[in-house]
């Protein structure tokens, strides 16, 4: 069973910045393809980004296309979210999984979310 942690969020101003960590524990975590989910309020939960065991591939939404980047550190257990031109639409609750199979998915194993805000 694998135990995944966000942290990061908060609030910032649209065109700031913010970097969202999920530290993963009780598996092997190279194992796993990562992705980063969000979740506005009123809408069903949207895939952001996802990235590949090895870290080679990665994927994302056309929405943070060009914005977000994501990325890990195997070594620490570790994927992330850095998230950059941020706007008001981005704000969302940001979950990050794990996935048995591949960062395609399916995902089997969810953290419990960070809030992101941001402000006009």
């Known amino acids: 069973q694998v135990q995944l942690v966000e942290s990061g969020g908060g609030l910032v101003q649209a065109g700031g910045s913010l970097r969202l960590s999920c530290a993963a524990s009780?598996?092997?975590?190279?194992?796993?393809?990562m992705g980063w989910f969000r979740q506005a309020p009123g809408k069903e939960r949207e895939f952001a980004a996802g990235?590949?065991?090895?870290?080679?591939?990665?994927y994302y939404a056309n929405s943070v296309k060009g914005r977000f980047t994501i990325s890990r550190d195997n070594a620490k257990n570790t994927v992330y979210l850095q998230m950059n031109s941020l706007k008001p639409e981005d704000t969302a609750v940001y979950y990050c999984?794990?996935?048995?199979?591949?960062?395609?998915?399916?995902?089997?194993?969810w953290g419990q979310g960070t809030q992101v805000t941001v402000s006009s």
């Open positions: 999984a794990a996935s048995r199979t591949s960062w395609l998915g399916p995902y089997h194993y």
């Open positions: 009780g598996g092997t975590f190279s194992s796993y393809g």
């Open positions: 990235i590949s065991r090895n870290e080679i591939g990665t």
